[in-house]
């Protein structure tokens, strides 16, 4: 370029900022600085400060973006920026009359560009922040939401539309979207009865470059504090309408970032996401500690199956489920529908009812797609996907029903498949799994690689290979040493610790104290700590010796580990069982982490404690996740299912003592 052109596309930058400078200035002037105005529930004139200077920042913007026109192109970027920062921020559309007024104002007097100004200003009201939530929500091709009876919901019940839709995406079973929406309705009216806290796009600012609105991550920022208390008051409203904690966090997180505009194109940017305690976010989704650990199973089979290859697999069966499950286990009502009859045989159809069967065993959702279950959908009936030896749904439905609710089962039979397919490491990833799954909807799945490479970069290196269940790769039960090759950490070999409750317990703190023990909430902290300082135990707080114990074994063995619960009665948590469960009588531990990756009951670090822990442990204590494994090798613990996003450890009634019951005889 000449120099001459970019002497003058820098004046004009200049004039461009210049002008947003003075337009910010005159409306802080006029509107932040007005005296006599009453506060409510904070420095009203400070948030309008706050609010206008966003508007001069995107008159700023603007005027820079612009300034390659000269001044009339600074001056029109600097309208655009202003009037779009202006309608998509809370503060400022309560004063956005003033607004309008001020802003033209200044622009006749220094420009006479009042329908410049004008048309912006419009267009920006007219629809830029419903246009963005509708693109978001046609972005993310979910076959439940059905954005024109959304929005026919929501008018009736006075919500968002796009929170109605998130209701639809999240398909809870018990009733209707409409009652549901009706019971969110009726809540929110209790806890926000001034109806301050409904706008989801509060806290939200628009930025020249971003095509979708931003709320502050900082906490001390007054827009991220008002943004809090619109989740606070929709979560709230959620759970009273009977949704659980996990479920109303899904549907109020997918119902933002659709207000916010967001959509697979500008969402993920490339990174891995933030790990939220045992949750992780990423492109405005919040995934369950119940997910994750089912991307980790995928993951860590990947690694076993295909080493060398693993990441290219790991993509494809990532891709997979969340398309076909959302990364949940899916058992089967066994209901036959119409297009049951239509097109599966009669012979077939008869066993349909033995598919209620799967509702017994740990699930998190529920569906009616032909006879499929699992985290890939795979048919129970008619196939052989679930098929081992001798047992198949003929001979053996409720085996394979079990096997197919395997995750780690599920996923690598899918893996199986998938390595029979030639050069399916060089093919695109979508189209391996459409060859796999024979999807009515082939174009999903490439959809998701951007979502299956943020799990990888997230999850990826320090999720270990696991342990193959039996029936895959003709190889049976794996032969898993008590401590494996590669475990890391720690030396302990998982023989009895001895010594008083005190004494025990002191250990475990002074592990925590280097950082060794994690805890999941403080109650287990000061459970074991009040052993520690030689304090009187309430009867409701007790943990027995076998408890402290095994704690202890796990400091040896590992370098780091988190604690998930110990004694419920001492908190009044009814979780679980509730005043049946072992937690209830503090003879039971949840682990949550051996050195450092989450444990699932079959990966290799829970094997190693499990092994160790069974040479010692009373013969009727337990332990969980008897589902999650697929295979046996405890001798002396009896085994059941539980949750696979931790280890259930428990002591037997008749002991409080670890080593002092012998194991029971093979055979």
Known sequence: MPAG???????????????????GGAAISKIGGAKGAKSSGGDAGSEGKQALKDVAAGAAQGALHGAAGGVAGAAAGAAKGAAVSAVRNRTTRRVIVGLVLVIVAVMVGVLTLPMMLGGALVSALGGSQEQGTTRSVEQSEDENVRPGEARQIGDEHQLPWYLVASI????????????????????????????????????GLAYSDKSYLVIPSADTDPRHQAAEQVREVHLQALQGAGFTEGEAGQIYNRALSWALGEDQCTSGGGDSGQIVGDEWVYGGETYTKEQVAIMRTIIGIAKTMQPGKEEEAAIIGLITARVESRFQNYANDGVVTDLDRSNTPASQLEHYSELEYSLTLPHDAVGTDHSSVGIVQQQVIGGSWGTVGDSDWKTDIEGVIKRLMNPAFSIARFYEAMGKISGWDTKPPGDVAQDVQVSAFPDKYEKQIELAKAIWQQFGADTPALALPDGIGGIGSPEISDKPAGCRG??????????????????????????????????????????????????????????????????????????NSLNRRCVDDHAGTGTASYHWKGKAIDFGHFNGIQVTGADPESIRFILAFDKVAPRDSGVGQLDCRGWQKITTMREFKDACHHLHIEIGLSSTTLGDTPAKPEG
């Open 490 to 563: 720690g030396t302990g070999d998982g023989t009895v610790p001895t010594g008083t409750d005190q004494e025990l317990a002191q250990e475990i703190m002074a592990a925590a104290a280097a950082g060794k023990v994690l805890w999941w909430e403080p109650a287990a902290r000061d459970q074991i700590g009040a052993y520690a300082n030689g304090e009187k135990i309430s009867p409701a707080c007790t943990l027995d010796t076998g408890v402290l114990q095994a704690l202890v074994m796990a400091t040896r063995m590992y370098d780091v580990f988190s604690i």
């Open 5 to 23: 052109g970019a002497k003058a596309t820098g004046t004009a930058s200049k004039l461009g900022a210049g002008l947003a400078k003075n337009v």
């Open 168 to 203: 639809q995406a999240q398909k809870k079973e018990g009733k209707p979207t409409d009652e549901w929406s009706a019971a969110v309705a009726r809540e929110l009216d209790k806890v926000d009865k001034e109806r301050r806290h409904r706008d989801l796009r509060t806290g």
